[in-house]
């Protein structure tokens, strides 16, 4: 590559440079602006409805409202059987 052409390279490098910033930018605000859109949307029904307590019979008494892991006192017995399973077999 000759010198003269050397500037007019690196110009036009930043011209396109400049055209992707502003790209990015632009589609960047636009996804920013559906995002909150989308929100506004979709938060409103949310927002309103009363909560609901029906699960609130399986949990037991933690203090954090958070549902605990029920370890049972024995494992499970043995069942009598042959030990195989035959899968779709007559």
């Known amino acids: 590559m000759r010198r003269d052409n050397a500037g007019a390279a690196v110009n036009a490098r930043d ?32 927002a309103s409805s009363p909560a609901t307590s029906s699960h609130t019979a399986t949990r037991t008494g933690n203090h954090h409202g958070q549902a605990a892991i029920l370890i049972p006192a024995q494992p499970p017995a043995a069942t009598a059987g042959s030990g195989q399973v035959n899968s779709g077999a007559s």
């Open 15 to 46: 011209d396109g440079l400049r055209k992707i910033t502003r790209l990015t930018w632009r589609a960047g605000a636009a996804g920013l602006v559906c995002s909150a859109l989308i929100a506004a949307a979709f938060g409103h029904g949310a």
